[in-house]
């Protein structure tokens, strides 16, 4: 009995362990397919299918200058299901936007003030859902620097009323200075 206790104790040690080596011996399949798929974002036949690749295709077509095709692929992460590429999205987006308005420069001013405003909405979109990211904080900051908003002033159309004078119906009160 206490043999058979033993080896039952085993073999449940070994199902364990072997169940884990499969486990892991998938996962790790699964992250080389993802790295395969991330490789191959920077050749135009790219695995679509994993997100990783499309956010890494996007990276390489906004280094290469490929503006309007990355926009279209962030926007696409944006949407996607994944709350952690949708947050890194944006702030690509953002930071793509601001690259381009910085480099149409003051030549093109009419060109280049829309970007930074849209480079502005896309960091506050990080900061909206994240507002612990610094780095989103700080190139929003720097992007109202390049384009400060200022709040309209209030323009007083009618006077204030003019404060009533009540007479008190309390006795012995003076209304009279002293």
Not at 10 to 25: D, E, Q, R, T
Not at 114 to 124: G, H
Request: charged residues 30%; proline residues 4%; contains cysteine.
């Amino acid at each position: 009995m206490k043999r058979s206790f033993v080896h039952r104790t085993f073999a449940l040690a070994a199902l364990v362990c072997g169940s884990l080596v499969v486990h892991h011996a998938l996962r790790l399949d699964q992250i080389k397919r993802t790295n395969a798929a991330i490789t191959s974002a920077r050749v135009s036949d790219f695995n679509a299918a994993v997100p990783e690749a499309r956010f890494a295709r996007a990276m390489a077509l906004a280094r290469a200058g490929e503006s309007e095709v990355a926009v279209k692929e962030y926007k696409g992460l944006i949407e996607s299901d994944r709350q952690d590429l949708s947050q890194a999205a944006r702030y690509n987006l953002g930071n793509l936007y601001m690259h381009d308005a910085l480099e149409n420069g003051a030549s093109e001013a009419f060109r280049s003030l829309p970007l930074v405003e849209l480079a502005k909405q896309q960091y506050r979109d990080v900061l909206r859902n994240e507002p612990a990211n610094w780095d989103a904080r700080y190139n929003l900051s720097r992007a109202l620097l390049l384009a400060p908003e200022f709040e309209p002033e209030i323009e007083e159309k009618e006077e204030p009323p003019k404060k009533e004078q009540s007479t008190s119906t309390l006795q012995g009160v003076r209304i009279d200075l002293p």
